[in-house]
């Protein structure tokens, strides 16, 4: 309704760089495209850079013949029109756009807060690295705008569009940020249900006990190796399968605490293949 496009839609992009439809409005008679995912490369890495510098970015007619622009040759610098709103699009870009039957756009950037991944630093690290430095921004995704007809909409117009995209991401980012706390107290939660499980029964307790190692981590299945003999909670390997996933431990991965891995095929286990 503030803008008048005939579609508009919310694009996320995912931690592989594709992106997803998560939230769309359209007008009567439109194709939808919620829910739909399409590849990193169609919107490729120099165009996100350019999304970062230029937040805003608005065609006004995917048909309109581009203008040649010439540099002085007194400038000593060649000229970026990176920053500039008159940049004419690729003519890949004008192609896509065709095809889906949008003649102008108006494309919006969502930026946001990177923090610092959980894994690696606690909470009082990150809060003195934070102090000490910038956050780091994000291209989290894109709010666009389609239209079946050219459209031009005015500065002020972008101006307060690009104004809700800052108050979009800030919120954003603070969702980030209670994922990331609720996280960090589930993390000191099953620490302590561990302790007081190996506590009661070291280290039988954590499978025969309950809540068990199973209630920690979420899982399918759990094992327990203890003097030569398996103790099995929920769906596991076989006996047999799970020795010979107990050898290739101990012959590449002695030297380490522990391996963690969602592929024992990508982690080099010969018989990932035979587990199903």
Known sequence: ELTGYDRLMAYKFHDDDH?????????????????????????????????????????????AKPVKVYQDEKLGLDLTLCGSTLRAPHSCHLKYM??????????????????????????????QQQQQQPKRKRLWGLVVCHNTTPRFVPFPLRYACEFLMQVFAIHVSKEFELENQIREKNILRTQTLLCDMLMRNAPLGIVTQSPNIMDLVKCDGAALLYNNKFWRLGLTPTEAQMRDIVLWLTECHMDSTGLSTDSLYDAGFPGALALG
């Open 98 to 127: 065709e095809n889906m039957g949008s003649i102008a756009s108006l494309v919006m950037a969502v930026v946001i807060n990177e923090g610092e991944d959980e894994d690696d630093n606690s909470m009082v690290e990150q809060q």
């Open 19 to 63: 992106g997803e439809v998560i939230s769309e409005i359209t007008k009567p008679g439109l194709e939808p495209y919620l829910g739909l995912h399409y590849p990193a490369t169609d919107i490729p890495q120099a165009a996100r850079f350019l999304f970062m510098k230029n937040k805003v970015r608005m065609i006004c007619d995917c048909h």
